[in-house]
């Protein structure tokens, strides 16, 4: 009989943790008034997409700090809950569920790079939750975008701006092309292949390379797109390998012109391209050098202007893209709080940020629709050439 | 063996004078002979009501590290019968457990299956794989291992070449979420639970279906040709096509915890299905205990819970010394230790060395320096 005992145990024990649970459910319904709403974070702090997670939060940390200052919304403060996805599929995921489960948080921001933001996009549509991401990759919109919105320009709208430079601009009609193999590069070629008919355009040579080449392996392809004559080269793809390209191209005396992506709108590809990087043209966003082609006084202008001086306050180092992408991911979801009042569900907040019209950003001017889930248009970007290792804005 | 195998069937012989008595003797007869089923699956149902108030303070997701917990119990069962019960090592499970992930990812996303019938045809698939790998299954102790690495080895490249159906290194992304014929599997917040309960429904059934199919004709043929081949096939066992049995069975176990897993994690990718996942379930087994069903499911549980534990561990002893965060796999540091622990200590297992505790009220722990101790 000892068995038949020690299982009678085992049920009454059972029992109890249940019931003692539900009576610590009850109580846990007494709330103050002006609960704070949950926003949760995802990003990569550590991993190989910790340049970009650091100043993301940064940037949503000093954000809602002064939104609380200045009475958050509608009296009640917003709570950002931030998790580590170590640049991790899994790990996003993870945080994800946790965020949405266990913290019940009206909306998900996140995360640095495509394939945790991917992760994270399976779990907040599971549930209908809505999520803003600061990852570019073209795949995220695939499939259901209903709950995703997204923050950095795409391969889309940086592509048809530098193609539009090339052909009224430059006034050229051969284009070769060179992209990394990563997500990244690919994006960009699908865009470039895609639209270049539409400006006039023919992409004479297209080469692949991948994200670690050599500098030989570099000369060859090189090499290869020189063959079919093109009168410009379109190099889409991040650091290094645009950097290395640049070098070998003024050490082979190729003097073709050199078009970048966004990818390279960063101080890194001028400390790897030297003497090289001058002259170099490429898309970005306005923000790089807000001052310079933005009138003073202008929306867009005062908002980064405010951002930047707020920014360099609490951390003594200038703005970037990426502090510049989670600005904008809470300022999106909290805008759409403000009209959807504090105690939203996430499907009206997801509805009322949809509504979202000429939201001025970081990152240019927000317009999402039903339709378009990425907000951003050609004309939030401008192209930028590097003079003496600066910044200039392109002139016409 | 299994500590149920040991009791007796109650004691029915007078058989109550009134219909009902006897019937909750006969119930509670067979509630005393499946204990452990019972409280395993009284613990299951009732896990994820004080899952909530637990998980944070101690920085584990419980209900989320559970669901994994059930769905490598599946794998670690078929496992467990190959090799505990038919002395058959395998190191190609991870394979097949991939290959049942990408069966029913692919079909789900490309041709727009149904996820119930995607885990299904993972299951048929895993399956023919199983057949077609048999032949190995002629080698034999080491040479049957290697032979079985080799067979992880290929199923990975194909995962990682075949970019046109399996994505290449890019994997599967939108998976869509489990789902029943006309019923979605879960609503909202409660989606991890719905997957969690989806999934231990699943394993509770295999596991009663294993401890079963073990004391069977087959069982019985599995533990002859264990001991040995010779003396098996001369008591009339015919020991290849048994063998084939039990390795064809155990493969459609892993398709099937796959086929869940691709639904379950929504993208998948070949690193997910490396030698590493082979050796861990291999681990399971081993540390759980061979020729224990039982011992599948702790083997599962503490294999699933070590790495989230020491991931944890920071958060209960405040920093991490320097010198540790330097080595930051240090994850596989702990993992390893144990591992030699448990085999040095308690060379059958955790739950055979828990339960001759109890049962012999002796310590459980071997002596590794007294002679002859290993037995």
Redesign the interface.
């Known amino acids: 009989m000892k068995k038949t005992s020690r299982l009678a145990i085992l049920v009454v024990a059972a029992m109890l943790v249940v019931s003692l649970l539900s009576v610590t459910g009850c109580g846990a319904k007494e709330e103050a008034e002006k609960k704070p709403i949950k926003i949760g974070v995802v990003l990569s702090e550590s991993g190989a997409n910790e340049p970009l997670g650091k100043p993301e939060r940064n940037a949503i940390e000093l954000y809602v700090k002064r939104l609380n200052a200045n009475g958050g919304i509608n009296g009640h403060p917003v709570e950002v809950i931030i998790k580590d996805d170590q640049s991790d599929s899994n790990k996003a995921q993870q945080a994800a569920i946790e965020l949405l489960e266990q913290e019940e948080v009206v909306a998900l921001i996140g995360s640095s790079g495509t394939g945790p933001t991917l992760a994270m996009k399976q779990e907040a549509t599971k549930r209908g939750v809505p999520l803003v991401c600061m990852a570019a990759g073209a795949n995220i919109m695939e499939g259901d975008f209903t709950w995703v919105f997204r923050t950095p320009p795409t391969a889309t709208e940086a592509g048809k701006k530098a193609l539009a430079y090339i052909a009224e601009d430059l006034g050229v009609k051969k284009v070769g092309l060179l992209y990394d193999t990563n997500p990244f590069g690919t994006d960009g070629k699908a865009v470039v292949e895609a639209e270049a008919g539409r400006f006039g355009l023919e992409v004479v040579a297209s080469e692949g390379y991948g994200t670690n080449d050599s500098e030989d392996t570099m000369d060859t392809h090189l090499t290869n797109i020189m063959t079919a004559k093109p009168e410009i080269i379109l190099v889409w793809g991040t650091n290094p390998g645009p950097a290395i390209i640049a070098k070998r191209m003024k050490d082979k005396g190729i003097k073709v012109p050199y078009v970048g992506s966004h990818g390279i709108a960063n101080q890194q590809f001028i400390q790897l391209a030297g003497e090289a990087a001058n002259g170099v043209v490429f898309p970005a966003g306005k923000m790089l050098i807000y001052d310079k082609v933005l009138e003073p006084g202008s929306e867009e202008y005062e908002f980064i202007k405010d951002f930047d001086q707020a920014y360099q306050e609490e951390y003594g180092q200038p703005i970037n893209t990426f502090a510049g992408h989670g600005w904008d991911a809470i300022l999106i979801i909290t805008e759409a709080l403000k009209r959807a009042g504090a105690d939203a569900t996430p499907a009206e907040l997801r509805d009322e940020i949809e509504k979202t019209q000429g939201l001025v950003g970081t990152a240019g001017i927000f317009n999402y629709s039903s339709k378009d889930h990425n907000g951003l248009s050609p004309d939030d970007l401008v192209m930028v050439e590097i003079i003496g290792s600066k910044w200039e804005p392109v002139k016409k | 063996m299994g500590e149920m195998r040991n009791?007796k069937r109650g004691d029915e012989t007078d058989g109550g004078p009134r219909l009902k008595t006897s019937l909750i003797r006969s119930a509670?007869s067979l509630?005393?002979r499946h204990?452990v089923f019972?409280?395993l699956m009284?613990?299951i149902i009732?896990m994820p009501?004080?899952a909530?108030?637990l998980?944070?303070p101690l920085g584990i997701?419980l209900?989320?590290v559970m669901r994994m917990v059930g769905i490598y119990t599946i794998v670690a069962v078929g496992l467990n019968m190959l090799m505990g019960y038919a002395g058959q090592v395998s190191l190609g499970h991870g394979a097949f457990f991939g290959i049942g992930a990408y069966t029913s990812a692919i079909l789900t996303v490309k041709a727009h299956f149904p996820p119930w019938l995607g885990i299904v045809m993972a299951v048929l698939v895993t399956i023919v794989f199983g057949f077609l790998v048999a032949p190995v299954l002629r080698l034999k102790g080491h040479y049957l291992a290697m032979a079985t690495l080799g067979v992880g080895i290929v199923a990975f490249v194909f995962m990682r070449e075949m970019t046109w159906l399996t994505g290449g290194n890019?994997g599967i992304?939108?998976i869509p979420?489990l789902s029943l014929p006309g019923i979605r599997i879960?609503e909202?917040?409660?989606?991890?639970?719905a997957e969690y309960y989806f999934i231990w429904v699943i394993a509770l059934l295999v596991l009663l279906l294993s401890s079963n199919l073990v004391r069977s004709r087959l069982g019985r043929a599995m533990r002859a040709l264990h001991q040995s081949e010779v003396a098996a096939e001369v008591m009339g066992v015919d020991v290849s096509w048994e063998k084939i049995k039990v390795f064809v069975l155990s493969t459609a176990l892993a398709g099937l915890a796959g086929g869940i897993f691709a639904h379950v994690?929504?993208?998948i990718d070949p690193n997910l299905f490396t030698i590493v996942l082979s050796i861990q379930l291999v681990t399971m087994v081993v540390v759980g205990g061979m020729e224990s069903i039982w011992g599948a499911v702790a083997g599962a549980g503490v294999i699933t819970f070590i790495p989230k534990i020491v991931e944890a561990l920071p958060k209960w002893l405040g920093e991490v010394p320097r010198w540790v965060e330097k080595y930051s796999n240090y994850e596989g540091m702990v993992f390893g230790f144990i591992l030699i622990v448990t085999m040095v200590f308690m060379p059958a297992g955790i739950t055979r060395g828990l339960s001759d505790m109890v049962r012999y009220r002796r310590s459980p722990f071997v002596n590794p320096f007294r002679r002859k101790a290993m037995g």
Do not use: H, I, T
């Open positions: 009791e509670l509630a005393r204990l019972l409280s009284l613990f009732v009501f004080w909530k108030p998980s944070r997701p209900v989320m890019d992304r939108n979420a879960g909202a917040r409660d989606y991890l639970r994690q929504g993208y």
